[in-house]
């Protein structure tokens, strides 16, 4: 029998384990995750109004219902199982954590309240239990978000939506609540480039003008009147397609809606302003021609800039990049590393089913000619007595009453710390 440990049970890590199931007969795989609950990014990043790419969750589930397939909640490895543990007693590794902390943001030293990181902020929004124990502030109208990417936009909407749009969402109520109150009038999307060095894709950026009480608002001065050249045939086009709706949205009128999304480019933050220690103002620095310098009230201010792995004691990390040391995916013998944490934070969910197929292979020829005996499991469960992992039936009985939870229309109502989870399996 092979033993392989994935640590993880995030997109990448459940995909790794479904080839490696589905490859090879007599394999046995445990999946070690830090949370009572499985599914990494998709439960704990992915927006909660956006359900249909939740769904792929349902996928992963009949993953971990394989007969050679183990989930193991609660469990943190480097901490409850050292990694040296780890390689005694299985075959092979596959390191899937992600990359699930913020970059810091440049020139933002002093801590000030009111700015927080787009890990921290859409984690608390999903209800993760460790974004969940100190919860943002929503200190008053002006939310400001740096960076032009998906999570800028995905952060910006959930702000944005009316309770009614957000009522087929697992957003909780509380949140909702805290969300509302603030009494949100702008939100300002910063890119310190121009639109045509956005990584938002059109689609994400389409969806914003759908949203019943926000208006979308762009300069045309900063818009290129041309598409700049650019060799690859399907970048042209997305970024062509991301100019003519910033046009789109270039020519809104400043209507009755509650709240106005500015997507403002070529912007850099070079200041904040506090008054007791909480945020109310940015200076931005025009970083076009115009060098039009800005003062912008904001008493909230998101990094959207992008995220980093977390350092595991014992392996080799790059600091530099915020990911695991490797070469083409293996950071030494028997340990191997898949998804963001290897590659950083790039590309979408199906992205990573290809990267963990090639991992998956490089496993199984590795281990073609095995004869050694491992323990797997076995070796390392004594050291869990204290810890009350969590199996997948355990999550079963989580994810029930998560659902029995739920208001409305709501797919669940999460539970939003570890504790209450665990009493429901107690
Ligand atoms: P991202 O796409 O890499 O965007 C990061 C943004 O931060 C860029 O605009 C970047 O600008 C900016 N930035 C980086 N360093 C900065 C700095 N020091 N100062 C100011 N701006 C800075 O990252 P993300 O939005 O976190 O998304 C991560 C991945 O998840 C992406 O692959 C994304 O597509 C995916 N995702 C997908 C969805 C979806 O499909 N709906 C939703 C969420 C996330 P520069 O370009 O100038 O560096």
């Avoid at 952060?155 to 109150?181: F, G, P, Q, Y």
């Avoid at 938002?200 to 019943?212: A, C, G, P, V």
Wanted: net charge negative; hydrophobic share 35%.
């Amino acid at each position: 029998m092979i033993h392989v440990a994935i640590v993880g049970s995030g997109p990448t890590g459940c995909f790794v384990a479904e080839f490696l199931a589905k490859k090879h007969q007599t394999i046995q795989i445990d999946i070690f995750d830090r949370l009572p609950t499985p599914f990494g990014l998709v439960r704990a990043g992915v927006a909660p109004d956006h359900q249909q790419t939740k769904r792929i969750s349902q996928q992963f589930d009949r993953t971990l219902q394989r007969d050679n397939v183990r989930f193991v909640g609660n469990v943190e490895i480097g901490r409850t199982i050292s990694y040296d543990s780890l390689k005694q007693h299985y075959h092979a590794i596959v390191i899937a954590t992600g990359a699930f902390i913020d970059k810091p943001l440049p020139g933002i030293d002093d801590p000030i309240k009111g700015i927080y990181g787009s890990a921290h902020f859409a984690g608390w929004y999903n209800s993760h239990p460790e974004h969940c124990k100190q919860p943002p502030e929503l200190n008053g109208p002006e939310v400001a978000i740096i960076g032009t990417g998906n999570v800028a936009l995905d952060i910006a909407r959930v702000l944005s939506k009316t309770t009614t749009e957000l009522s087929d969402s697992d957003i909780n109520t509380d949140t909702e609540k805290a969300i509302n109150e603030a009494g949100i009038s702008d939100i300002y999307i910063i890119g310190r480039r121009g639109p045509e060095h956005a990584s938002f894709t059109n689609m994400e950026l389409t969806e914003l003008n759908k949203l019943e009480n926000c208006t979308i608002l762009t300069d045309a001065d900063r818009l290129p009147e041309q598409t700049p050249d650019i060799s690859d045939a399907g970048q042209r086009r997305a970024v062509e397609q991301n100019l003519a709706t910033l046009r789109e949205y270039s020519n809104h009128a400043q209507q009755n809606q509650k709240i106005r999304l500015h997507l403002m480019f070529n912007y850099n933050l070079s200041g904040t302003e506090n008054s007791n220690g909480k945020l109310t103002a940015l200076s931005l620095t025009d970083n076009s021609d115009s060098k039009n310098d800005l003062r912008l009230p904001a008493q909230t201010l998101i990094s959207a800039i992008g995220y980093r792995s977390e350092v595991i004691p014992g392996i080799p990390f790059n600091e530099h990049h915020g990911r695991f040391e490797h070469t083409d995916g293996l950071i030494e013998p028997g340990v191997y590393c898949a998804g963001w944490c290897k590659r950083g934070p790039q590309g979408v969910i199906p992205t990573n089913r290809s990267d963990a197929n090639s991992t998956g292979k490089r496993i199984l020829a590795d281990l073609a000619d095995t004869t050694v005996s491992k323990a797997g499991f076995s070796g390392v469960a004594d050291q869990l007595d204290q810890q009350a992992p969590v199996f997948y039936e355990d999550w079963q009985t989580i994810d029930n009453a998560e659902q029995s939870r739920a208001t409305n229309h709501r797919p669940r109502t999460k539970f939003s710390d570890t504790d209450a989870m665990i009493a429901q399996i107690l």
